[in-house]
T-cell receptor, first 116, second 110 residues
């Protein structure tokens, strides 16, 4: 089946630094990918829609300057958490959907970000 | 908030029993899916049910959908300790942006 790979799976960074998370569709091209955030023991909240070759679309309340999204190729989207703070610590998950299948999206393994 | 709701929030059962989780959502949908998440891990797709379907089966899983009530249920039969996880419903209004439910934490005791 289709595979979405996310890297890194776990990252610890110092407050004030930036962290980049990669999301790759391994065996299909994805013009659109999605980024979600999940706080401990809570559900997933959609942050933004990543569009290949154009600007990302952010959900209400998500700071686009804080969470930079780049979708430079049909198989790679990146999420950069800029000037990270402890409150940015969370589980970030991406998803992508194989085109023209009518089937479900596939999710990456997730990235556990801890800002210290 | 557009987020769906699931109940119960937590469920603890004995191995071999059936587990039922319910999901309610707020807007019209194209399809609804159920996902499983083991602690601290990514999501695993379980089953997709389209808006024109009322019931689907996959192995020990049975999903129902009632679009008039904007609700769905997931039944896991003959549960196993390995079924212990969080279960989320997710709805797609046709934009492929999934709205997730609040989740049910299932614990199956051996």
């Amino acid at each position: 089946g289709a595979v979405v790979s996310q890297h890194p799976s776990r990252v610890i960074c110092k407050s004030g630094t930036s962290v980049k998370i990669e999301c790759r569709s391994l065996d299909f091209q994805a013009t659109t990918m999605f980024w979600y955030r999940q706080f401990p023991k809570q559900s997933l909240m959609l942050m933004a829609t990543s569009n290949e070759g154009s600007k990302a679309t952010y959900e209400q309340g998500v700071e686009k300057d804080k969470f930079l999204i780049n979708h430079a190729s049909l198989t790679l989207s990146t999420l950069t958490v800029t000037s990270a703070h402890p409150e940015d610590s969370s589980f970030y998950i991406c998803s992508a959907r194989p085109p023209r299948t009518g089937g479900p999206a596939f999710f990456g393994q997730g990235t556990r970000l801890t800002v210290v | 908030s557009q987020q769906g709701e699931e109940d119960p929030q937590a469920l603890s059962i004995q191995e071999g029993e059936n587990a039922t989780m319910n999901c309610s959502y707020k807007t019209s949908i194209n399809n609804l899916q159920w996902y499983r998440q083991n602690s601290g891990r990514g999501l695993v797709h379980l089953i997709l049910i389209r808006s024109n379907e009322r019931e689907k089966h996959s192995g020990r899983l049975r999903v129902t959908l009632d679009t008039s009530k904007k609700s769905s249920s997931l039944l896991i039969t003959a549960s196993r300790a390995a079924d212990t996880a969080s279960y989320f419903c997710a709805t797609d209004a046709g934009t492929y942006k999934y709205i997730f439910g609040t989740g049910t934490r299932l614990k199956v005791l051996a």
